[in-house]
């Protein structure tokens, strides 16, 4: 390459000649310089070198290695078993004195237009997310004279606001207690060195995924904690799940029926809204959790299946924590990394390093899958599922939320929003005078610039589309079954 050549190369690619002849070692190396540089700017925000050291040595050296779909089979008999097969054995103290739970509280609310944490998000009479779990411990804790603290892991993202909000609750019947997971700088895909380090610049961090759990309870004296306070075990879940409350059932058959298992992975069947689920397999004679981002795109039609993979995982989990102190102190704890491939506004490619909690269950002796009931599965991931979590179809007791005895069949129905109108939670209440009655439904889809006046009630199938730029009100009071409406409709006969 000439020198003219030299000095009119962009930093770009320099960057992309650099990471070509750069081995393993060396961009191990530079990216220890980065980080320190790093960790000397920081003041705020900390990052735990040699942390991200170890992942992005991992990354290194796992990048290149696929798995082999052939090695994939069912898992073995007796890794799944029936929730039903379980005795439903009564509440014991003894049992819920050594738990702890803990919400999975890193998310923010921005998917459905909201500012702050997802756990903020009103859900049901006002009642967030967090209300509602810490409704719930503290009804469990009066009603068996138990101490079961809450636990939440927050990121960066959401600690100080999460923080101010706990302030509200005074003096609960339950401990509530923080601990933050780690944060890590953003990689540039081009260099695979991480981003410039700017404090006031949250879009060039982020939280390294759920999985990040166990090296976090470490590091923030939380495991020792509760270990200190006698816990033995951790459920863990999503705080937007709103079906993952304590079930004593599970406990007690950790306790006192199978005290070897130290890991279970609550997973229910799989329909066809749950095709993108992990799943557990058995590859080379272990249970692993199988998620989407790791099948190969000429088995993703095959991994979707409901029939091969039948179960999803619910990211419902009970933990030994006395294993995690001993996989943890004894560096044993793997799991797979997830390359997670994003674009900044600037048009910069990176990368996260993220990995999955559940994926930690192949470490762990004696791990098992419970198919529970799909009851324990009721995420609110959109407005959708905030229209059912609103409606008739539940009932609230205690922070919990039950469906209604009234509705003839268990499932749940359908429910398919435009983005467009319907995606932020402000514009989705706008559009309801009150939530209509969802007992008899089976499948809504709306599309479109769409009302609903009040009492309306929805039952079988029914499909709203209003054409671009027209305008669809269902007045109060209509009674909608199985019904297609489309076009521009301010007055509805019934």
Not at 120 to 145: G, W
Request: charged letters at 25%.
């Amino acid at each position: 390459m000439s020198e003219e050549t030299k000095m009119h190369r962009t930093p770009s690619m320099d960057s992309l000649v650099d990471f070509k002849q750069d081995t393993p070692e060396s961009l191990v190396q530079s990216m220890e310089a980065e980080l320190a540089k790093i960790k000397g700017a920081t003041k705020e925000l900390i990052v735990n070198n040699d942390q991200f050291k170890a992942l992005f040595e991992q990354y290194l050296e796992e990048r290149g290695s696929k798995i082999e779909w052939s090695k994939i089979k069912p898992p073995a008999e007796g890794a799944i078993i029936d929730y039903s097969s379980i005795d439903d054995t009564p509440a014991c103290a003894e049992s819920l004195s050594k738990l702890a739970v803990l919400k999975l509280n890193g998310g923010l609310g921005t998917t459905m237009g909201c500012v702050g944490p997802k756990s903020a998000i009103p859900v049901r009479n006002e009642a967030t997310f967090l209300d509602l779990c810490v409704k719930q411990i503290e009804h469990l804790n009066s009603a068996h004279s138990v101490s079961v603290p809450l636990v939440l892991m927050n990121s960066f993202n959401t600690n100080s606001d999460t923080r101010k909000i706990l302030r509200k609750y005074g003096k609960t019947k339950c401990d509530i207690l923080t601990f933050n997971q780690s944060q890590y700088p953003r990689i540039l895909k081009e260099t695979l060195q991480p981003l410039p380090a700017d404090t006031s610049n949250r879009s060039e961090w982020y939280p390294p995924g759920h999985g990040d759990l166990y090296r976090s309870l470490v590091s923030s004296g939380m495991l020792k904690k509760l270990l200190d306070m006698g816990k033995e075990w951790l459920f863990v879940s999503n705080i937007d799940n709103l079906g993952a409350v304590v079930d004593t059932t599970i406990l007690n058959y950790l306790v006192s029926e199978n005290p070897e298992c130290e890991f279970v992975m609550e997973v229910t069947d799989k329909t066809r809204a749950d095709v993108k689920g992990g799943t557990l397999i058995d590859y080379e004679g272990t249970t692993r959790l199988l998620e989407v981002a790791q099948v190969p795109k000429s088995h993703l039609e095959e991994f979707k299946s409901v029939h091969k993979f039948r179960v999803f995982n619910t990211n419902n989990l009970w933990i030994n924590l006395r294993a995690v102190d001993r996989l943890m102190r004894r560096g044993n704890m793997h799991m797979e990394i997830i390359e997670n491939k994003k674009v900044l506004d600037d048009g910069r490619g990176v990368i996260q390093l993220e990995q999955a909690v559940g994926a930690a269950i192949k470490n762990f002796n004696n791990a098992i899958g419970i198919n529970v009931p799909r009851s324990r599965f009721l995420p609110v991931k959109k407005t959708s599922d905030l229209l059912l979590v609103m409606s008739n179809l539940y009932r609230l007791h205690h922070g919990r939320l039950s469906m209604s005895p009234d509705r003839t069949f268990k499932n749940v129905p359908l429910v398919k929003l435009g983005d467009e109108h319907f995606k932020k939670v402000k514009e989705f209440l706008k559009r309801f005078e009150d939530i209509p009655d969802v007992l008899e439904l089976d499948h809504l889809t709306v599309s479109g610039d769409v009302h609903f006046g009040k009492n309306v009630s929805l039952r079988g199938t029914v499909i709203i589309i209003a054409n671009e730029g027209d305008r669809i009100d269902i007045p109060s009071g209509a009674i909608l079954e199985n019904k297609i409406v489309s076009g521009n409709l301010r007055i509805l006969d019934h």
